[in-house]
């Protein structure tokens, strides 16, 4: 369940939505009032009152009265809208649309997802060999009465027979892993508990690799802050007490370790990350029993992911000496960097990802925020381009070491997911699902600008609207952004999206600083004490959109999730002029205290934590919660979860003051 909270009336919201004409709010919404307590805490000299701090503690019926209190209020509002029925029954129609999800293949198995339109989760499908008749393998929607249930990180063993897989409940990071006999449907009795932040790797068909933390105390399953990860091996058909404990490090509790296993099976990949940028690499040779792990890096200074083997050396792609990433071959016993082989080198478009299929290289760049996918030979020789159509963004590419055959999918701002089949060995593509949806796409664009940031940098940005769109700063805009954590803002289909520009609306993406796409430096320059450029990033772009006549703005909404949803409340304290609606989704509005809760501490590369003289100073100049003040705000929904267990709800709830 969602907890939707209003800070102020949305007349604005619904100006902003279509209505041509502003009306003024006859009954002001009448809000519970949210008592405060005498808490402070001392930063360096200064003393920051938090007289919202009871609002923490989710296992209180006092915080459970005030969240049923203000849902009444979002409720009881949200239904008098007018048009909303009519919202509704667009939105389901253009929602029902087939989808499915990129195939993979392991043995003689050929698993993918699909979705009917309307169903609550994607259900997994399963076909046996080339002309198989396509059947259910689990279906996660009958594993709840709501629908809340969700199915990830399927992961076939080597013969295909067996799948391991996580559930999820009402959102939540705490997964459980469950493992199907594929032949028969049947779920074998292993069960393993308190999974978090984990893959799943399968040695041979006996076993898989995975991570997890101790059980957390009683009541606090949503909030403790995890500590000491670790990394086992399960054997099917053992109950989880007797699982072998391969890794751990207790002198680092806030690091998170995965295992992963080689294609060959010769060698266990151990990596470290102790926050969201930065990573540890140590490899252990199962060919040698007893063998010790061999340190690759362990400084979390940079990047690396291991492809895979090729021989006795590890194919990694790391931005090491290469803010853009490079492709390059590791010998475990010489790990030092002048030592390595470079595959791929570091180009002036940014490396993504790379696989191995038939003796080949396949390699995803991202060019100014737009997707290139290339095979090379083994020596790093580029021998074909995969074309790709327009401003789009590859979703995945799933090739397999000895198949010819892979699979590859794109998606538009216009456009849904569509999978392409390649093959390697002909170097042809072919469509293999493309979906049928209820939306003229051909009737729509998208366009990519550069605008001027506060400091001259240019931002790109992505706006789609209808063909045709006259500039008189008259239209509706809905802008979003992100910026942060090294995560690329790139094209995606959304049928809320299309509902508001069949409208007339314009769908604006800003592609800031914070984010990846142009590399670590790109990154860097919008973390810790530069994060004030993320904001500003922010700003330019809703002056762009507003100088150009897209828009005006009082016909601008703002939006961002998780750290967007930082930035969407950093940004409207700062101007509360600049948009008239503000949606701030599950974000990040406390930054002295985000640390203290979950995951939350691995989030300090990006932000840096108050319990640093320089960072404080940094942080409290822009931090959401301790920078309200008397003003004539957006319309503003603050929305977060109640099962959310990684940007906690307790730190949006005092921002309803």
């Not at 209180?60 to 969240?67: K, R």
């Not at 008239?580 to 590369?605: E, N, Q």
Request: glycine share 8%.
């Amino acid at each position: 369940m969602n907890h939707l909270i209003y800070l102020l009336p949305l007349s604005a919201m619904i100006a902003c939505a279509g209505n041509k004409e502003e009306k003024k709010e006859e009954n002001p919404i009448q809000y519970p009032q949210t008592k405060k307590v005498n808490t402070s805490d001392t930063y360096f000299g200064a003393s920051i009152g938090d007289p919202f701090r009871w609002l923490e503690d989710d296992n209180s019926a006092e915080t459970a009265e005030w969240v049923k209190a203000e849902n009444k209020v979002t409720f009881d509002y949200l239904s008098k809208i007018p048009y909303r029925e009519k919202i509704k029954e667009r939105l389901t129609k253009v929602w029902n649309y087939t989808r499915c999800g990129t195939p993979f293949k392991e043995g003689n198995y050929t698993f993918f997802f699909k979705n009917d339109g309307i169903q609550n989760q994607s259900v997994l499908y399963v076909q046996e060999g080339a002309t198989g008749e396509p059947h259910v393998l689990i279906d996660p929607n009958k594993l709840s009465s709501d629908g809340t249930t969700a199915l990830s990180s399927p992961d076939p063993s080597k013969d295909g027979k067996m799948l391991a897989y996580m559930l999820a409940q009402a959102g939540s990071d705490w997964n459980e892993i469950h493992v199907i006999d594929v032949k028969t449907g049947t779920n074998l009795k292993d069960v393993i508990k308190w999974v978090k932040f984990s893959g799943i790797s399968w040695k041979g068909d006996k076993g898989f690799y995975y991570s997890r933390y101790d059980a957390p105390s009683d009541g606090h399953t949503y909030s403790k802050k995890n500590e000491y990860h670790k990394v086992y091996y399960h054997t099917i058909g053992e109950p989880q007490e007797k699982d072998v404990l391969v890794f751990e490090d207790k002198e680092h509790p806030q690091r998170n370790f995965g295992g992963m296993i080689t294609d060959d099976e010769r060698y266990l990949i151990v990596q470290g990350e102790e926050s969201t940028s930065g990573t540890s690499l140590m490899v252990k040779d199962l060919s040698k029993p007893n063998s010790p792990y061999k340190v690759i890096v362990d400084n979390f200074e940079n990047n690396y992911g291991v492809i895979d083997n090729i021989g006795d050396q590890l194919l990694v792609i790391t931005d090491k000496n290469a803010p853009k990433y490079q492709l390059v071959l590791i010998d475990p016993n010489k790990p030092q960097p002048e030592n390595w082989k470079k595959i791929i080198p570091e180009s002036n478009d940014l490396l993504q990802s790379a696989s191995i299929g038939n003796g080949k290289i396949i390699a995803k760049f991202l060019k100014d925020v737009t997707s290139r996918i290339y095979v090379y030979d083994m020596e790093g020789k580029q021998e074909s381009e995969i074309k790709l159509d327009g401003l789009c963004m590859v979703d995945e590419i799933n090739a397999k070491k000895k198949d010819s055959v892979m699979f590859y999918s794109f998606v538009t701002y216009t456009n849904p997911t569509t999978i392409y089949k390649y093959n390697l060995a002909t170097n042809q593509s072919s469509v293999y699902f493309k979906p049928q949806i209820d939306f003229k796409s051909g009737d729509y664009e998208t366009k990519m600008v550069f605008y001027p940031s506060k400091d001259g940098t240019k931002i790109p940005m992505f706006i789609t609207s209808k063909k045709g769109l006259v500039l008189d700063g008259n239209n509706p805009c809905f802008l979003y952004g992100y910026g942060g954590f090294n995560i690329s803002n790139t094209p995606r289909f959304s049928t809320s999206n299309i509902i508001f520009m069949e409208q007339g609306g314009i769908y604006a993406v800003a592609n800031l600083r914070g984010g990846g796409e142009y590399g670590e430096e790109w990154h860097k320059a919008g973390t810790k004490c530069s994060k004030q450029n993320v904001f500003d990033d922010f700003i330019a772009a809703a002056d762009y959109l507003v100088k150009e006549k897209y828009t005006t703005n009082t016909r601008l909404a703002i939006h961002g999730r998780s750290n967007g949803g930082l930035l969407v409340g950093a940004t409207m304290t700062q101007r509360p002029d600049l948009a008239k609606v503000a949606l701030p989704g599950v974000g990040v509005l406390d930054m002295l205290r985000y640390h203290k809760f979950t995951i939350g501490w691995a989030w300090a590369s990006d932000y840096g934590t108050s319990e640093k003289k320089d960072e404080f100073d940094c942080l409290i100049k822009y931090s959401p919660l301790h920078n309200v003040k008397t003003s004539e705000y957006p319309a503003t929904m603050i929305l977060t979860g109640d099962h959310d267990d990684r940007v906690v709800p307790a730190k949006c709830r005092p921002w309803r003051r």
